[in-house]
């Protein structure tokens, strides 16, 4: 139920969002649609917690008069008990659904420009704290929501409107802050923070950590603990990595955090009560944590950090006598603080403490300073425990290589230091790759366990870093190089013999189908050059320009013109992420978009692909067996970033009698109301024909799309069925020769590497 009405919610408010996408850039919109959600959310919040006070006295919070005397006494014993349990107060009328109804009203009997009112009510909130312990934390708050902008509007009527039509959509939105022990709003914020960061370019990295990296790092820093005092990131962005660490644990008991970006660190606050967390638990502070800390003299057993990136600093010469710097000799370079953020988070970790920081790969190797510092953390105070490679392009707005650094001041062992090479292990996606389930298990288990796997992982003793001069590349301590060894050089003959065969054999057949059309045979083996070939007779062969004939030399019937809505039916999909799916275990498996975009095979067997199965903890009672897969069954995906792949299918051959359903961004076609040869669809849909009409009828500005009633719009002729399968037997041999060819060319090389090897 809850899972549901997450997924529900985050689509519900995703939607909202997108009200306002076409006024502005992703950052700059992110911060009303937060900022409103924020404001409905303390709103919401504030009228439960009234509610309750009010309920012996029966009546509701929005009954009260506020101008009566009775009605003042309710309020002024609301506010004093509000501003002790909630940290701030909102009027009746200042709450969000009584806002939301005048900004939407008719204008019959008041006016519906809220604007001004709005924008008092959201300073009121601030100015309710004034003087109380939750000041700080709900100071400007909402400075970052300019209702005057012009962005949102020309002129105040059309702000107006734009900004009633947003309250309006997401007052209809059930938060169900009711049910406590839910967190169903927190995880839908969250998933909108990601969805802003995906869009947000380099800008992205300033204020969110991909969750995926944010689980390995508070998995690290909550090994062997159940509870937590407090967390600490000193550079903490939107809040996510610290509340990602609470998720790890039974309970945090605070929550610390610095943040040098004034936007940035608003929307962490708003993270955090947004989450639950009260106002007392958490304090986050704006300011740059290296030239100003915040949190001085305080220590924490849990410290996260993904700093920016070779970030410009000071590096002035007076942090020499900084308790944070002094002992190591040396500071920072100007041009990279990556240490001296590491040199700030040691100084605050207590002794029983883990910490975990992503950096850029060169501060394992970068020389100076850098590595008198690397220098006095292993050799004089031996806190590096752990060094993790990351895979390249899993940061947003970055393709830099990163890694993870953990340090504990009281190591179990002592005498090494554990080097997981994780660089390999990922998803492709369309933007950027993806640590999967199993990825984040192996790290976090390996750095456990410290075991040491073939190829991933090491533990290497001081005596071998000291002799590498304390340069931590990863090359100099996981071997990775593929070496060669015992091949039989008869075997690889007869394989190059037998695939030679194979390849005369498919020779022979083309020539077939090429005497048949009367068309030259390709005698050369280049791929590319085949692949050009392929293209052009696909290119004849449904412009009708060329024609098989049938058994008797007689030519086939004439092609049936139709639309592919006379030879479709659209199953349900469903919209499963990559969180609900893994590579391990499941019963059901599961075609994803990002999948058929990079990796799968236009022709499917289920045999020869790497699909990933649902969680088995997703329920899939509901599923019509319609919606499951059958063969010759065609799945599109709806949406790509460019023309060239919007619309792309593969078409399954082969099932093996597994369950797979088609997932996110994809249409399930199912040709069932004409007679189609399995193979066929393939090759016609990917034709110049039907790829022209699909790129104009296609969507969008910087994500296209495309729907099912757009696809059955597409015109098509289709031959008979002997023809059909002429068709796909003649292209069916081209790819063959030219996988063949890909077969003999890998063959020859190892082929000659031994040779080499036994020169």
Known sequence: MSEDHKKQLEQQLWNVANTLRGKMNADEFRDYILGFIFYKYLSEKMEIYANSILKTDKITYKEIKEKSKEGKRFIEAVKEDALGKLGYFLKP?????????????????????????????????????????????????????????????????????????????????????????????????????????????????????????????????TTGKSKLKAVYDPTCGSGSLLLRVAKEVKSVSNFYGQELNRTTYNLARMNMILHGVHYRKFDIKQEDTLEHPQHLDMMFEAIVANPPFSAKWSASPLFMSDNRF???????????????????????????????????????????????????????RNYLDAIISLPSNIFYGTTTPTCILVFKKCRENPDNIIFIDASDDFEKAVKQNILRKADIDKIVSTYRTRKEINRYSRKISLPEIRENK????????????????????????????????????????????????????????????????????????????????DKQANDFPKWKKMTLGKIFSYQITNSLSRDNLNYEKGTVKNIHYGDIHTKFHSLFDVKKENIQYINLDINLKNVAENNYCKVGDVIFVDASE????????????????QKVLAGLHTILARPDKYPLKLGFLNFLLKSDLVKYQIMRLSQGSKVLGISSKRISEIEVEIPSEEEQQKIIDFLIAIDNKINFNNTHIEAIEQYKLELIVNE
């Open 470 to 549: 304390y340069n931590l590349n990863f090359p100099r301590y996981i071997d990775k190089f593929k070496r060669i060894s015992d091949i039989n050089l008869n075997y690889v003959c007869d394989f190059l013999n037998k695939i030679n065969e194979q390849s005369l054999e498919i020779e022979k057949q083309i020539k077939l189908f090429c005497d048949e059309l009367q068309i030259p045979t390709p005698a050369s083996n280049n791929m590319g050059l085949l692949s050009l070939y392929k293209q052009g007779i696909m290119q004849k062969l449904f412009k009708k320009t060329i024609r098989f004939k």
């Open 642 to 657: 460019d023309y060239a792949d919007i619309g792309k299918c593969i078409e399954i051959i082969n099932l093996d009698n």
């Open 93 to 221: 009328s200042e709450l969000f659904s009584e806002v939301a109804k005048r900004g939407n009203g008719n204008g019959d009997k008041e006016s519906n420009f809220i604007l001004e009112d709005l924008d008092k009510i959201l300073t009121n909130i601030q100015l309710s704290t004034m003087g109380t312990e939750s000041e700080e934390d709900f100071d400007n708050l909402f400075e970052d929501m300019d209702l005057n902008s012009t962005k949102l509007g020309k002129t105040p009527e059309a702000r107006n409107e734009i900004i009633s039509k947003v309250l309006s959509h997401l007052d209809k939105i059930d938060f169900q802050l009711q049910h406590t022990e839910l967190d169903v709003l927190g995880d839908a914020y969250e998933y909108l923070i990601a969805q802003f960061a995906s869009g947000a370019g380099k800008k992205a990295g300033e204020f969110y950590t991909p969750q995926e990296v944010s689980i390995v790092l508070s998995k690290i820093v």
């Open 326 to 380: 002094s002992q190591y000799g040396k500071l920072a370079p100007k041009s990279k603080a990556d240490y001296a953020f590491v040199q700030h988070m040691i100084h605050h970790l207590a002794e029983n403490g883990i910490m975990a920081i992503v950096l850029p790969h060169g501060v394992l190797y970068r020389e100076n300073s850098e590595l008198s510092i690397r220098k006095y953390l292993i050799d004089n």
